[in-house]
């Protein structure tokens, strides 16, 4: 502890160097006289209002430096001070109920953190071989979910989907109709509004109770934004190694990817596959691999990945894809139709269903899957009248139970429906008519 305690008070003992701006473009600043290190904080302008900057990118002799605030005032020749710390939070059971900025501050007018432990916001995810198995499901609420897409405990599932489909939506069901211990919430790159709207109607005080939320919204700095999800994923972290079960929550993970996209081009990486810089592709594993199972406890991911023009094999969709563990689908006509959640479950997948579901449970799912997708078979034959009755057993019986199984698939956003439940319905939905 004497040498620990030495380490955290050497930094301060240590004499300053004080280095001066000597650029700015774009987002950028070139600082130059100061030694730093890739990650380390830097404070800019007078002691007495500095702006917070991160050491992104080495030249020589030269630093270059991405703002966590406005950049107003700062000019060439101001003064430049390394903290020689990456960027820390406070971490604790305090936190339980409390909205954070994308730095880790509390934004909801509530007491200061104070006397709470304070760690790097990076850390270095579990080893492969330490890991537990994913042999428990966990009750997400949503009946199309916890049947046709079911999580574990430990899982990481991406939600894909287009603008306004409702991926938020579905999020705000699944943080009422969770079983989780605690959940922690990111939501980065949200509109100002949607914030208040989000914490007050979605989520509401009994939710927010057992919640912990990190909101940096589209107007903060790029560095903020991406450093909001690390921030939100370092609690999650912290709650597991309590032993505790943790559903972590991220809205969104593109908006993460186009903030390192700036953070990159900034810093003068070369634009790689549609603009993005390599370091995008390197990022998202890095992230992405905290989550999952543990020696103690756990964090349950769910990401939402936003698909741009619903291109579903666009670079942020096809990367997330290869590293989660199960991806849900959500289809524009289906929200256009009102069927809500939008869940397309044909495209849908969870890929540790056979770990978390009985045999019995496994084929109820098959067959409903299998009945959907000989109805999108006859479709466009059923459309124009050209389908003859009996030509496809399975096509038969789709559409003699398409009402049930639409009626299965929606769900209010209010509602919320036991795992158990969902199971006996889909059991009951299928045993319709006596048929097996």
């Known amino acids: 502890m004497l040498s620990d305690r030495i380490s955290e008070l050497l930094p301060v003992a240590r004499p300053r160097r004080t280095g001066a701006v000597v650029g700015v473009v774009g987002l950028a600043v070139t600082v130059a006289g100061i030694a730093a290190r890739i990650g380390d904080m830097v404070r800019i302008g007078p002691a007495a209002e500095p702006l917070l900057a991160e050491v992104v990118a080495l030249d020589g002799e030269r630093v270059v430096c991405l703002p966590l605030g406005p950049l107003g005032g700062v000019g060439v020749g101001s003064p430049v001070v390394n903290t020689d ?64 897409v079911p999580c574990g405990h430990g899982q990481r599932i991406g939600i894909f989907a287009g603008s306004g489909v409702g991926k938020s939506s579905l999020l705000s069901m699944i943080t009422r109709g969770t079983q989780a211990e605690i959940t922690v919430i990111a939501l980065i790159g949200e509109r100002g509004r949607e914030v208040r709207e989000f914490l007050e109607n979605d989520l509401g005080p009994e939710g ?174 059923v459309e124009i009248g050209a389908y003859v009755p009996g030509t496809n057993p399975d096509a038969d019986r789709a559409l003699e139970l398409k009402p049930l199984i639409n009626d299965f698939l929606r769900q209010r956003i209010d509602d919320q429906v036991s795992a158990d439940q969902a199971w006996r319905q889909l059991a009951e939905l299928l045993h319709a008519g006596g048929q097996e």
């Open 85 to 148: 710390s990456p960027l820390r939070i406070a971490v604790g059971e305090q936190l339980r109920g409390r909205v954070l900025d994308g730095l880790g501050r509390p934004m909801d007018g509530g007491p200061a953190l104070a006397g709470l432990e304070r760690v790097s916001v990076d850390m270095a995810p579990p080893s492969a071989m330490e890991r537990s198995l994913i042999d428990a499901p966990l009750q997400l609420g949503v009946r199309a979910l916890d049947t046709m």
């Open 208 to 381: 927010l109770a057992r919640s912990v939320v990190v909101v940096a919204t589209s107007d903060q700095p790029p560095l903020v934004r991406l450093r909001a999800g690390f921030v939100a994923t370092r609690i999650a972290e912290f709650y597991r190694d309590q032993g505790k079960n943790v559903l972590l929550m991220m809205d969104s993970l593109t908006r993460i990817a186009m903030a390192q996209r700036e953070v990159g081009l900034s810093a003068g990486e070369p634009p790689a596959t549609r603009g993005f810089p390599p370091s995008v592709f390197a990022l998202l594993p890095t992230l992405l691999e905290r989550a999952g199972p543990a020696p103690v406890g756990g964090i349950t991911g769910l990401y939402t990945v936003l698909v741009e023009g619903d291109d579903h094999n666009e670079p942020i969709a096809d990367a997330a894809r290869s590293i989660l563990d199960g991806h849900v689908v959500l289809d524009r006509k289906l929200a256009t139709a009102g069927h809500f959640p939008s869940i397309e479950v044909l495209e849908s997948v969870s890929r540790v269903t056979g770990a978390i579901t009985t045999p019995a449970q496994r084929a109820d799912a098959s067959t409903l899957r299998r009945l959907l997708a000989a109805q999108r078979d006859v479709r466009e034959l």
